[in-house]
C-alpha cells in the first residue's frame, strides 16, 4: 500500500442528504489528482443512517465516542476523533452538507507540499472567494466573519480573511503540536488563533461557499449562540484586550482624577474635590485589579502551553520576582497605614468630633486606597508564584 498523504476528514451528525455527494467528491479529487489519500467520516452520533452511507461509500467510518455531557459532544469533538484517526501527513477538513466543494482539495494539497503549516479557505469576496446566492446569511457575510476575522488578524497576528471558514488543511504534525481543546464550534478559531501566536505558516487559498444541500433538517449552527461562544473565546485568548488594556485606560483616568482633586482644583467653574477623589480611587482600583489578572492569565496560559511565552514577559518576571513584589507591597501597606494614623490623629485632635471632611477625605481616600493596592499586590504575588511553579 502505498504512503497516504492526504486524509479528508468529514465531521457529520445526521447528515444522510449530502453525506454521499461529499464522499463522492472528495474521492473523485483524489483519483483525477492522483493523490495517495483517504475520507473519513467522524460521524458523532448520527440517527438517520449516515453511518450505512460512508461505509457503503467506502469512506473508513469513524464512531465519536459520546461524552456523558451532552455539551461535550460537539463539532470539534467530532473533528479531533476523526483526525486523530487520520492516517495522512496532511489533513483536509470540511462539513458534510455540501456546502464545500471537496474537489478543490488539490489547491489544498499544493500549498501544503510547498511547506505551509495551515492552509485556510477563504469564502469571503474580500480573499477571492465567490459565496453563491442563499449559501450564506448577511449577518455572517458582513458582520460575523469580517468582525471576527478582523480581531484574529489585530489581536493574534494571524493573517487570514476569513476566520470561521470550516474548509482547511493543515500538516499533521503540526496540528498534534498545538494541543486543541475546544470541543465546540470554537475548534476552528482556536486553531487559527494558535497559528498566529505560534507563528506557524500560513497562507489562503479562495474557495466557493455553496447552499447548504441538507432538506431534512436546519443548520447545526446558531448565529447568536455560536457567534457569541467565539467572541467569547477570542476574549478568553487575550489577556492583553481582557485584561490588561481595560487596566491600564481605568488606571490612566484614575491617577488624572487624583492630578486634579487631591489638590482641589476647579477647572472652568467645575470643582474637583472628595467625590472625584473617591471614584478615581475605584477606577484605579478596578483598573490594578485588570492588571494583575492579566498577569496571572498570561501565566497561566505560558505554564498550559497555551501560549507562547514572549521575551518582553520572561524580562519582566525576571525583574518583578515574588521578592521584589512583595517589597513593593509591603511599601503600599505602610503608605497607607501612615495616612491612616495621619487621619486617626487629626480626628483625635478634635476630641473624635466633626472632622473638616474635604480635608480629611484627602488623607483618608488615598491611605485607603494604598492599604488595598498593597494587600492586592502581595496576594497576588504569592499566586502568581504558584501558577509558575512549574516553570523554572
Known amino acids: 500500500m502505498n504512503e497516504i498523504e492526504l486524509s479528508i476528514v468529514m465531521p457529520c451528525l445526521n447528515e444522510a442528504d449530502t453525506l454521499a455527494t461529499c464522499i463522492g467528491k472528495a474521492q473523485e479529487a483524489l483519483r483525477e489528482a492522483g493523490i495517495a489519500g483517504e475520507v473519513i467520516v467522524a460521524d458523532n452520533g448520527s440517527s438517520d443512517g449516515s453511518c450505512e452511507i460512508a461505509e457503503r461509500c467506502g469512506a473508513r467510518l469513524i464512531r465519536v465516542p459520546q461524552h456523558p455531557h451532552p455539551a461535550r459532544n460537539g463539532y470539534g469533538r467530532g473533528l479531533m476523533t476523526g483526525i486523530a484517526a487520520a492516517q495522512g501527513r496532511y489533513v483536509l477538513m470540511g462539513d458534510s452538507d455540501d456546502s464545500y466543494d471537496f474537489g478543490e482539495a488539490p489547491s489544498f494539497l499544493a500549498k501544503l507540499r510547498e511547506g505551509y503549516d495551515l492552509v485556510q479557505g477563504c469564502r469571503l469576496p474580500s480573499g477571492g472567494g465567490v459565496i453563491r446566492p442563499g449559501a450564506m446569511p448577511w449577518s455572517h457575510r458582513w458582520i460575523g466573519n469580517p468582525l471576527f476575522s478582523f480581531l484574529v488578524r489585530r489581536w493574534f497576528a494571524c493573517p487570514i480573511q476569513d476566520v470561521n471558514c470550516g474548509m ?100 472652568r467653574g467645575v470643582v474637583f474635590d472628595a467625590q472625584t477623589l473617591l471614584f478615581s480611587s475605584v477606577f484605579i482600583l478596578c483598573g490594578y485589579q485588570a492588571i494583575l489578572f492579566s498577569l496571572l492569565a498570561k501565566t497561566f496560559a505560558v505554564n498550559e502551553g497555551l501560549l ?26 505602610v503608605a497607607g497605614l501612615g495616612l491612616f494614623v495621619w487621619a486617626l490623629i487629626a480626628w483625635i485632635q478634635v476630641d473624635f468630633g466633626a472632622l473638616d471632611y474635604p480635608r480629611a477625605l484627602r488623607i483618608a481616600i488615598p491611605g485607603a486606597l494604598m492599604i488595598v493596592l498593597g494587600f492586592q499586590t502581595i496576594f497576588s504575588s504569592f499566586f502568581a508564584s504558584v501558577l509558575g511553579m512549574g516553570k523554572s
Not at 518582553?312 to 512583595?326: A, I
Open 168 to 267: 482547511r488543511a493543515f500538516r499533521k504534525a503540526w496540528y498534534d503540536s498545538i494541543n486543541q481543546r475546544c470541543t465546540g464550534m470554537e475548534f476552528a478559531a482556536e486553531m487559527i488563533i494558535k497559528a498566529g501566536v505560534f507563528k506557524a505558516r500560513v497562507a489562503e487559498v479562495p474557495i466557493t461557499l455553496h447552499p447548504d444541500g441538507r432538506q431534512s433538517h436546519a443548520p447545526h449552527l446558531k448565529t447568536m449562540r455560536d457567534g457569541w461562544r467565539i467572541l467569547r473565546f477570542l476574549f478568553l485568548y487575550s489577556p492583553t484586550w481582557l485584561y490588561l488594556i481595560p487596566g491600564i485606560i481605568l488606571v490612566a483616568l484614575g491617577v488624572l482624577g487624583y492630578a486634579v482633586a487631591l489638590p482641589g482644583l476647579q477647572i
Open 308 to 333: 507562547p511565552m514572549k521575551p518582553g514577559l520572561t524580562r519582566f518576571f525576571e525583574w518583578m520576582n515574588l521578592e521584589r513584589s512583595l517589597v513593593l507591597g509591603l511599601m503600599g501597606l
